[in-house]
């Protein structure tokens, strides 16, 4: 029997078999994608941090080390680099305490909605600035303007000063509004934005050291 | 071709995520080859079916 022209391009069944192979696969590779995420995500320990176990989202005790910002030339972007152990509020807080004190502080930076002007992990608005890397701001470290304002010595202090009396504190950007912070509530919320800031983001915000040294160079750093 | 992983966390995706379109390559390929064999299997069906 001789073979007949048949047209497969008008055949209902094949495109019926396309499609149900494309989004089958689609629909697996998607699911798989969502674990693979949730792997990378996960937040790491404390033991982690001890054993210097490279994660993505390091734990709460990173708020107990120095973190620093570095280019990686191997993966052509800004890393967190976690150092020495560094006193947070003057001690070293436990894992359950740290656990705690982030705890506190994501649930007050939800409650006063730092989205609504500022950028967390991008999310967020630039109305005021990106907050994802704030505690590595040179403006609040030993000789920025920031700290030397509060009249704080270090990071920490100065940050939970700010927070409870941003209006006494104005500077040349955008004045942030009184939100009515509790004392307890800034530690919370500075030991979120330390912690956030050792999250590693693929290098997100981009260009961070360059507007470092453009405020060391006398530029400004706002954003 | 093959170069050093650079991520964080080692992962399949972001094996295959390390140089420009890789990904996307990777995965239209895999999703475009069984089409070709749809496409002989049903000509094949169709041809014997008349």
Request: charged residues 20%; contains cysteine.
């Amino acid at each position: 029997m001789a073979k007949k022209n048949v047209s497969v391009w008008t055949s209902v069944p094949f495109w019926r078999r396309s499609a149900a192979w494309v989004t089958g696969f689609a629909t697996i590779l998607l699911i798989w994608l969502s674990f693979d995420t949730l792997g990378q995500i996960s937040m790491g320990t404390d033991a982690d941090l001890k054993n210097g176990v490279d994660k993505r989202v390091p734990g709460p005790t990173v708020i107990n080390y120095h973190i620093d910002y570095k280019m990686s030339k191997k993966r052509g972007h800004e890393v967190p680099v976690i150092g020495e152990k560094q006193l947070f509020f003057g001690k070293e807080w436990s894992e359950k305490d740290a656990a705690a004190l982030l705890r506190l502080g994501k649930l007050t930076e939800q409650a006063k909605n730092c989205m609504d002007c500022h950028t967390l992990l991008g999310n967020g608005a630039y109305y005021a600035p990106d907050l994802t890397k704030a505690w590595l701001d040179p403006a609040w470290q030993k000789g920025g303007p920031m700290q030397g304002m509060t009249g704080k010595n270090t990071v920490e202090e100065a940050m939970a000063e700010f927070l409870q009396h941003p209006s006494q504190y104005p500077t040349h950007a955008r004045m942030m509004p009184n939100l009515g912070i509790t004392a307890q509530e800034a530690k919370g919320l500075v030991a979120f934005l330390k912690h956030m800031s050792s999250i590693d983001t693929n290098g997100f915000p981009r260009n961070f050291s360059k507007t470092v040294d453009q405020f060391k160079a006398g530029g400004t750093n706002a954003h | 071709m093959f170069e050093a992983f650079t991520d964080v966390n080692h992962s399949f995706f972001g094996f295959l995520n390390q140089g420009p379109l890789t990904l996307t390559i990777f995965l239209h390929t895999i999703i475009i080859l069984p089409m070709f064999w749809i496409y002989f299997s049903e000509k094949k069906r169709l041809e014997n079916e008349q």
